[in-house]
């Protein structure tokens, strides 16, 4: 089986998505090829999520140590969510990117899917 | 050999600070330079082990003691204690409350997680008792190493 990827860098992601960017401004020419969507943070710790962009409706610290943990490489709050300021400094801190994106789960899921982004897997 | 070991506290039912040992050692690790791999892995057994204990357990600790060839975890409260470990190493088996669910926990993968990025994983618990959470890590040498 033939999987590709195509990467985008974080920028253009803030671009799909219409999201404003709560913390690493100065991290947007990250380059991201994988998606993963999730509430589920043990989704997030068990799959292939290194360097791969974690879209969450949840907002708790636990957010950012998870992606920490698992190497995500930037977290997209859906629903217009916004984390407390306390958690937005510690991903400050860890330089790990957070956005927030005013569309539901499934259209930003679905906008980066027309981007080409793959699931944590490859498969798309 | 043992080179170099840490403990850290791990507080019942702070959920806030759930997961700063894990943290932590990742830290150390990177900054030791060991496989990337391997630090993912010791991570996120620390980091599923820490939550563990802060939901279900009592009050605990972490320790981590890294020799020449292997890093070894040990993750130990003093809390309930596992009713039926076979069933808590089965994915989808779960006693979480609502309060875990929301915060993105308790679906049942936390020890089947760590089974599967540990090498070795022996879990120690009685009812009343505790729990006692061993992993073992391979430090491969040559390409694989820091």
């Known amino acids: 089986m033939v999987f590709w990827t195509e990467q985008m860098k974080l920028s253009q992601i803030v671009e799909a998505l219409n999201a404003k960017v ?22 997030i710790l068990a799959g292939l999520s290194e360097g791969s962009l974690l879209l969450t409706g949840l907002t708790t610290v636990q957010v950012i140590r998870t992606a920490m943990i698992a190497g995500v490489g930037a977290v997209v709050f859906v629903r217009g ?13 860890q330089e790990l990117p957070l956005i ?17 982004l793959t699931g944590l897997d490859g498969r798309r | 050999m043992t ?6 506290y791990i507080k019942s039912r702070d959920f806030i600070r759930a ?6 050692i990742q830290t150390l690790l990177k900054s030791l330079n060991y496989n990337p791999q391997l630090v993912r892995r010791v991570a996120i057994c620390g980091y599923e082990g820490e939550m563990n204990v802060v939901m279900h357990g009592g009050d605990g600790s972490l ?8 890093l070894n975890m040990e993750i130990s409260d003093d809390g309930p204690g596992i009713v039926d470990v076979e069933k808590a190493m089965q994915t989808g ?11 993105g926990f308790g679906a049942g993968m936390g020890l089947p997680n760590m089974k599967k990025n540990a090498d070795d994983l022996i879990v ?13 890590f391979f430090i491969h040498q040559g390409s694989d190493a820091g």
């Open chain 1, 22 to 43: 709560l913390t690493g401004d100065d991290l947007l020419q990250k380059d991201i090829d994988t998606c993963g969507a999730s509430d589920l943070m043990s989704n």
């Open chain 1, 81 to 93: 969510k916004s984390p407390p300021q306390e958690v937005i400094d510690l991903a400050g801190e």
């Open chain 1, 100 to 116: 927030s994106s005013p569309y539901s789960m499934f259209v930003s899921c679905g906008r980066l899917h027309a981007c080409n």
């Open chain 2, 3 to 8: 080179a170099l070991k840490k403990s850290y």
């Open chain 2, 19 to 24: 997961g700063e040992a894990s943290i932590k």
């Open chain 2, 63 to 70: 320790s981590i003691a890294i020799n020449t060839d292997t």
């Open chain 2, 93 to 103: 088996f779960s006693t979480a409350s609502d309060e875990h669910r929301k915060m």
């Open chain 2, 124 to 136: 120690e618990s009685e009812k009343g008792q505790g729990t006692r959470v061993r992993m073992v």
